[in-house]
C-alpha cells in the first residue's frame, strides 16, 4: 500500500509540472503575440499580413501612387548623395589688416565695402499661373491638344479614354508581346473629379510643393484629355509609376519604339524646367505617327515642338 501511494504522488507531480510547463509556454506565445502586435502599430490585420509575407498587389483598376524619393536626379541635381566622400579642405585662415595709425595717434577706421544685394534664384521650373480660371474650351496647339501648368482644360472636358490612342496601344503591345514582353496601360482617362481626389490624395501625403512635381492639379492634367497612357509591364508590378520602369527591358523597348505608334515619352529626363513635372518614365502621351517621328527624332519635349515653352 505504501509503494502504491508513492506511486501516485509522483505521477501528480510529474502530471503537475508538464502543467506549469504547458501554461508557460502559452503565457510566452501571448506576450509575444501582444509584443508583435504592438510593433505593428497595434493593426492586427498587419501583423497577420506580415506573417504570411503577403504584399498588396496593384490591380488594372488601382491608381498607383508615384513615390518622388524615387525620382532619379538629372545631371544639374546631382550632389553629394552621387559622390565619394572627401575630407574637408583646410579652411584658410582670414588675414586681419592692422589698424592704421595716423600722425596724431589716432586710429584710422577703414569703413566697410557694401555687399551687393543678394538676389532671389528664379524657379528653374515652369509653374502654374496662380489665380488663373480654368477656360471654357480647350487648347490646341498644330492640332495638338494642350493640357499643361499653363494651358489648363474646361472643368467639363470630358471626352474619355480615345479610341485612336487605344488601338494605338493594342497594336504596340502586339508587337511588344512579340519580343516576350506584356505591356499594360494602368492608368488612362481620368475625370476632373477623379483628379481632384488623386491630386488631393498626393498632396496630403507628401505637400503640395512635391505634389506640384509629380501630380496635376484638377483640370490640368493630361490624363484628362483621354491621350495619355501610363504604361508598366504585366507581372512586374512594383515597377509601376516608378522610375526604375526606365531601366526595365520593357522601359527600353517603350523608349525606343513608342513613337511607330504615334506615342511620345511626355516628361523625359532633364526636362523639368521645361514640362513643368518630374521625370516619368512611364507616361506616354499620343500624338500620332507622324508627329511622334519628328519629337523623337529631335529628342525635344512637345512643349520645343510646339514652341510654347
Known amino acids: 500500500m ?45 501583423a497577420i499580413e506580415s506573417v504570411r509575407g503577403e504584399t498588396e498587389q496593384p490591380s488594372e483598376f488601382q491608381e498607383i501612387v508615384p513615390n518622388p524619393d524615387e525620382h532619379v536626379l538629372t545631371d544639374d541635381e546631382v550632389g553629394n548623395d552621387h559622390q565619394e566622400a572627401k575630407e574637408p579642405e583646410e579652411m584658410p585662415l582670414k588675414k586681419v ?20 544685394p543678394v538676389q532671389e534664384k528664379p524657379s528653374s521650373s515652369i509653374g502654374y499661373i496662380e489665380g488663373q480660371e480654368l477656360p471654357d474650351k480647350p487648347k490646341y496647339v498644330k492640332g495638338i491638344l494642350i493640357a499643361s501648368k499653363q494651358y489648363p482644360l474646361p472643368k467639363d472636358f470630358a471626352p474619355g479614354e480615345s479610341k485612336e490612342a487605344r488601338a494605338a496601344f493594342d497594336e504596340m503591345a502586339a508587337e511588344a508581346l512579340l519580343s516576350g514582353i506584356k505591356l499594360q496601360a494602368f492608368s488612362t482617362y481620368r475625370s476632373y473629379d477623379y483628379q481632384v481626389t488623386l491630386y488631393n490624395r498626393y498632396v496630403e501625403r507628401d505637400g503640395q510643393e ?4 509629380y501630380s496635376a492639379r484638377p483640370g490640368y492634367s493630361e490624363h ?30 517603350l523608349g525606343a519604339n513608342a513613337y511607330q505608334y504615334g506615342f511620345i515619352l511626355r516628361y523625359p529626363k532633364g526636362k523639368e524646367e521645361i514640362t513643368g513635372y518630374m521625370h516619368e518614365s512611364w507616361h506616354y502621351r499620343y500624338v500620332g505617327k507622324e508627329k511622334a517621328l519628328q519629337i523623337f527624332k529631335r529628342n525635344i519635349t512637345l512643349e520645343e515642338y510646339l514652341g510654347i515653352q
Open 210 to 213: 512635391a505634389a506640384d512635381r
Open 97 to 116: 589688416e592692422e589698424p592704421q595709425i595716423t600722425p596724431d595717434n589716432k586710429v584710422k577706421v577703414e569703413p566697410k565695402k557694401k555687399s551687393a
Open 224 to 253: 484628362q484629355t483621354g491621350l495619355a497612357f501610363d504604361i508598366g509591364e504585366v507581372n512586374h508590378e512594383k515597377h509601376w509609376a516608378s522610375t526604375s520602369f526606365g531601366e526595365t527591358e520593357a522601359g527600353k523597348w
Open 2 to 46: 505504501k509503494k502504491r501511494g508513492r506511486f501516485s504522488t509522483r505521477k501528480r507531480n510529474r502530471t503537475n509540472k508538464w502543467m506549469n510547463i504547458i501554461v508557460g509556454i502559452f503565457f510566452i506565445l501571448i506576450v509575444a503575440s501582444i509584443i508583435f502586435i504592438g510593433v505593428n502599430g497595434w493593426n492586427v490585420r498587419q
